[in-house]
């Protein structure tokens, strides 16, 4: 009997240090006060471990270790956000405000664990790409965003200085920064093109690649960088000679990797050139319209040439094995 009881003790105490502390919260109707069924709630650094309000628009969350944002959406509303303290909060109201009664001066969308801006279309209640297209607007105020527009990641970081016309990215300058402030990319738009000079940074302030392109926004030059400042490669494309492109490649100790040269850009032939780290010649290849075409060359360490293929539209038709 005192075995049994021992037991139970054990059994129940367990039980009593292994409680989950919740947040209780309920979303309702800013106008009408009725709940919202169905509205999405959930911590700002774990988007897919959220949960949905019921018909009493009611839920609940486990407590975090640390003080949070709390996000809560639900179509046709603005997007709420709220801080939750970990050592206070356990109970919460949120009153969504409908995007008829009063639009904000910006809209945000919820991306991973970062609020973004001007990938939604407000207006057609539809999802857009990552790069917007022509047609796929930016509101405020409901209405097609005009000027330059500044949008924020949660913590109140800016994310994006831009401009827009009837709510598109038109002109101007452009600005575009990683939360920890640390600026991501800088160039100018014109007509709704990249034009001119873009610079592209790492997280930790490291130029990782330069862009240039013409007033009608063609790339014309590209540069990327290893993250100790050497030229990784670098791509030219001269528009005005039938479209011949280039690119070249290095290795990180500075050593030529790649060499590859397009003619007519994406019709005709091309060649594609490899390289050892010693500069060893490693393969030639050709192409077509991007499919193997013509023949492939391989080489061994030495520059000996040990193999070669025949390719004819992406189709291998004869292999040769050269013997020393």
């Known amino acids: 009997m005192l075995r049994l009881v021992i037991i139970l003790f054990v059994l129940f105490s367990g039980t009593g240090f292994a409680q989950i502390n919740f947040l209780n919260g309920r979303v ?27 018909s009493l628009g009611e839920f609940a969350l486990e407590i975090t270790n640390n003080d949070v944002f709390l996000i809560t959406s639900f179509m046709g509303y603005i997007i709420d956000t709220v801080k939750i303290f970990k ?13 008829s009664a009063s639009p904000p001066k910006y809209f945000y969308i919820i991306a ?28 405020c105020n409901g209405q097609p965003c005009e000027g330059e527009i500044i949008t924020y990641y949660v913590s109140g970081q800016i994310y994006k200085i831009a401009n827009y016309k009837n709510g598109e990215l038109i002109e101007g300058p452009y600005k575009c920064y990683y939360e920890n402030g640390q600026l991501d990319q800088i160039g100018e738009y014109l007509d709704g093109h990249r ?14 690649a330069i862009m240039n392109y013409d007033s009608i926004g063609r790339l014309v030059t590209e540069y ?17 000679s039938a479209c011949f492109k280039s690119m070249i490649t290095y290795y990180e100790s500075g050593k030529l990797r790649e060499q590859y040269f397009e003619p007519i850009c994406e019709k005709d032939s091309a060649i594609w050139i490899e390289y050892y780290q010693d500069g060893t010649i490693k393969s030639e290849k050709q192409y077509k319209s991007n499919i193997e075409h013509g023949i492939f060359k391989y080489y061994d360490v030495s520059g000996k040439l040990i193999r070669t293929e025949e390719y004819e539209m992406g189709k291998l038709i004869n292999t040769s094995t050269k013997k020393h």
């Open 224 to 240: 990327w960088f290893f993250s100790n400042g050497n030229l990784e490669g670098y791509t030219h494309i001269d528009w005005d």
């Open 112 to 139: 991973g664990d970062t609020i973004l801006y001007n990938n939604y279309d407000w207006n057609n209640g539809i999802q857009c790409p990552g790069t917007v297209p022509k047609g796929c607007k930016t509101y």
């Open 195 to 208: 034009i001119g000079q873009w610079l592209f940074y790492s997280e930790h302030g490291i130029l990782g």
């Open 28 to 54: 309702i109707d800013s106008l009408t006060n009725e709940p919202i069924q169905y509205a999405k709630v959930w911590y700002q650094d774990s988007i897919y471990n959220g949960a949905s309000t019921d």
């Open 87 to 99: 050592d206070i909060d356990r109970e919460v109201l949120i009153k969504l405000i409908p995007l």
